[in-house]
């Protein structure tokens, strides 16, 4: 079972440690304790440690706050015949909080496109404010028309 580790906010990983990305394709509403119930973004990310074991990591990204609410397995270091066990678990945790799943096949990627993933994905970078969308922006855009619209109609 994954737990919350609040000690970690993201995880620093080179290019090279990252054996498996998988993301969510959708954001379900997802309450975690302490927090306001949103749309969260999630990801799974397998990493090589420097010993030769692996570690898998689930991640949830809060758009409303921009942190990050990282799960860690019990077994935090794993060897390579119990890897898929523990990747299947944390699928069926990121699945039983209503994602549905796309393994970006991340070690197939050219390096320049692994480099553009780990920028993307917030699990791999400091916290960040969180930032209006471009949909809300362009929302607030059309409202603040109609409204001088209506007002220059008097």
């Known amino acids: 079972m994954f ?3 609040p000690s970690i906010q993201f995880v620093p990983a080179t290019r090279d440690q990252v054996v498996a990305v998988i993301e969510g ?3 379900p509403q997802v309450s975690i ?3 306001a119930p ?11 440690n420097a010993n030769g074991t692996f570690s898998i990591f689930v991640a949830l990204h809060l758009s409303k706050t921009g942190e990050n609410v990282v799960y860690l397995h019990p077994r935090r270091q794993v060897t390579a015949d119990e ?8 699928l069926h945790f990121l699945e039983s909080m209503g994602f549905m799943l796309d393994n970006l096949n991340y070690r197939n990627m050219a390096p320049a496109m692994q480099e553009a993933t780990l920028k993307r994905i917030p699990l791999f970078s400091p916290p960040r ?14 409202e603040a028309v109609r409204v001088a619209r209506l007002l220059a109609s008097f």
């Open 3 to 5: 737990t919350p580790d």
């Open 25 to 27: 394709i959708n954001q």
């Open 33 to 35: 304790p302490g927090k």
């Open 129 to 142: 404010p969180p930032s209006a969308s471009p949909a809300a922006a362009d929302g607030a855009a059309a």
């Open 83 to 90: 890897y898929r066990e523990v990747q299947d678990e944390g």
């Open 38 to 48: 949103q749309g969260v973004s999630g990801h799974l990310c397998g990493l090589r």
